[in-house]
């Protein structure tokens, strides 16, 4: 029985196969662990993008304090509501922030698209406090509101081109006065001097009639106002 033993044990086979170096099963992982680190990037890069073109990224990362124009962009046009001082506005559809939202499914970004050197400014000026707020009764501070001129000035593009372009109005001018021309009187023909978009049409506050700071017979839009001091 011993005998048998010792010859199976001797002709058994050996194991030959060498173990397989440390190094080279890392050398297998990192394809891997790259690919997994890759993966991670993407969807983090992705989330951050679509934050990115949401007003909390806005209030969090370039503006503080913004939260007096969230009412503005959240309101729900043919409601009232509060525009960015803390005002009752009749109707949010008198105000772009709201309209804009609802009917061309766009945020902040759709209309605030700064340039590369705007951002890096703006992130300047938030980490080192170096920017303007205004108080008022309703909210402690608030965040001037942005001219025209602001917007376009380091894009280089007309102001006409704000608004009235491929991607948002696609119209001139002169298309534009057509579009309301069976109006009384046509807010879109230049009967006097010539008028930006913006010195009517409001983002974060109630639009203003212009026409109807000297024509009493205007009928004005819901929630629009004759005249602003603001």
């Given at each position: ?37 890759f993966a ?67 945020t902040c970004?759709?209309c605030h ?118």
């Amino acid at each position: 029985m011993t005998t048998s033993n010792s010859h199976d044990e001797v002709n058994a086979p050996q194991d030959t196969a060498a173990p397989t170096p440390q190094g080279k099963r890392n050398h297998k992982r990192l394809p891997i662990a790259l690919g997994i680190t890759f993966a991670v990037v993407v969807v983090a890069g992705a989330g951050f993008m679509v934050w990115h073109e949401q007003p909390s990224f806005c209030n969090a990362i370039c503006h503080t304090p913004m939260d007096p124009y969230l009412p503005t962009y959240e309101a729900e046009p043919g409601q009232a509501a509060l525009d960015k001082w803390g005002a009752t506005v009749n109707d949010a559809s008198a105000m772009l922030a709201a309209t804009h939202r609802v009917e061309a499914d766009t945020t902040c970004m759709g209309c605030h698209v700064p340039t590369l050197g705007e951002q890096v400014t703006e992130g300047l000026s938030w980490v080192s406090g170096d920017y303007t707020v205004t108080d008022n009764d309703t909210y402690d501070l608030v965040l001037p509101e942005r001219s025209l001129e602001d917007l376009v000035a380091a894009r280089g593009v007309a102001s006409d081109e704000f608004c009235l372009n491929e991607a948002c109005h696609n119209l001139t001018r002169e298309e534009l006065a057509q579009t309301t021309s069976s109006y009384a009187r046509n807010p879109h023909v230049s009967q006097h001097e010539r008028a930006e978009c913006s010195d009517c049409h409001k983002a974060h506050r109630a639009s203003v009639y212009a026409c109807a700071s000297c024509h009493n017979d205007v009928e004005l839009p819901a929630g629009w106002v004759a005249s602003s001091t603001a």
